[in-house]
């Protein structure tokens, strides 16, 4: 393998992107992969150096090889000019946040969003004087009657948490950007490999590299990407927060990258097909899975994203709490936990009637969420035949 240049990178594929980006033969000492960097100390050779902060590397706080790799990959697999790095998904929630808001400021946020950022903006965002607003994730240009003149940004996450609406984010977008709002999106759910944010219009997206990128159930990482006329301000705003994310995490991360789009290829077709034969069974009243006509927001889905992940949703027809308890309880192979996109299946009972606010979550039965793993099909939908009996017996 020789280094290849800018150039010869550009005219890749993919694929092929994806198995070359970031690696660096040279520095490696011919090895494939660039090794974890640690490290807080990075020695200058002489004051001028020092004084002309001539050299690429500095101290362990403001990025290292290790890093450079994966945000030159990330970024190039996002369209964006630059990505930053941080500890977890939620991190990279606030750091964006944080780069786009100020005291006095309106913020717009879906409905749907991920429980932990609607805490961030009622607890310390308010406290620093930001208002926030939710909306209904269904509102593509009528969020025009939302924005007010001090609206600094509009947060969207599609599809939304836990009930998997997708948002028209161009439609958003154009609003936002005609008002002088900065656009930020949760894109964690599609990876840039099925939703190219800054393409339709994202400013600043935050990717939770815990999930898919990860895949393995083993990290936790942030990353957040921008647009041209956003990186600097994300940038200045993670630089002075002193949150670099350990060596090992970003180290593991590249390694999740070489089989990403595999990995994703293969949980959209395990999850299609579980959701489909769930979406049978008479126990189901119905399922919230974009890539299933049923969908209601099929249609956007089908115009703005590539492909589906293995993270889907339902609502079961009336029964007790002891019985979906008698379902959960006895599985096999689902284990019962937060977090998603390992290689592993979860099942998570959830509900979002308590913290809804623009919009009422009221379904007839009780909802559950799964991520669909790399196990054989056929051994999931076994073990979910048996659990059904449970659910059936304990009616
Ligand atoms: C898990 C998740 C996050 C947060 O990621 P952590 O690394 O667990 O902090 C953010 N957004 C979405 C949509 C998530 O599912």
Known sequence: MRNLDPEAKARLRRRSRLVHLGRDGEASQGFVN???????????PDVATLKSRGQRYTYGTHGTPTTDALCEAWSDLSGAAGTVLVPSGLAAIVVALM????????????????????????????????????????LG?????????????VFVESPGSQSLEVQDIPAIAEVAHAGGACVIAD???????????????????????????????????GLV???????????????????????????????????LELRLREA????????????????????????????????????DFSGSSGLFSLILR?????????????????????????YESLVIPFD??????????????????????????????????RGFERLRAAS
């Open 141 to 153: 240009k009528e969020i025009a009657a939302l924005m007010r003149p001090n609206t600094k940004a």
């Open 225 to 259: 990407t921008a647009a041209p006329d956003w990186f600097k301000r994300l940038h200045r705003a993670v630089d002075s927060m002193g949150i670099p994310p350990g060596p090992e995490d970003v180290f593991l991360a590249l390694r999740g990258l070489r089989t």
């Open 34 to 44: 660039v090794p974890p960097y640690r490290g807080s100390t990075v020695v200058y």
């Open 268 to 303: 959209e077709r395990q999850g299609l097909a579980l959701a489909q034969w769930l979406e049978a069974r008479p126990e189901v009243q119905r399922v919230f899975h974009p890539a299933l006509p049923s969908h209601p927001n099929h249609a956007l889905w089908r115009r």
């Open 352 to 385: 979002c009637s308590a913290y809804r606010t623009a919009t009422r979550w009221a379904p007839v039965g009780p909802a559950l969420r799964f991520s669909v793993g790399l196990e054989d099909i056929d051994d999931l939908k076994d073990d979910l035949e």
């Open 318 to 342: 009336p029964v007790s709490e002891r019985a979906v308890a008698a379902l959960l309880d006895g599985l096999e192979l689902f284990g019962l936990g937060y977090s998603w996109g390992g």
């Open 187 to 221: 894109n964690t759910w599609a990876t840039p490999l099925f939703f190219s944010p800054h393409a339709h219009g994202v400013d600043i997206a935050i990717e939770a590299g815990t999930k898919y990128l990860s895949g393995h159930s083993d990290l936790l990482l």
């Open 99 to 138: 780069a786009a808001v100020e005291a006095g400021g309106h913020l717009l946020v879906t409905d749907s969003v991920y429980q932990p950022t609607r805490i961030f903006c009622d607890d310390a965002l308010k406290r620093m004087g930001v208002e926030t607003t939710y909306y209904d994730p269904r």
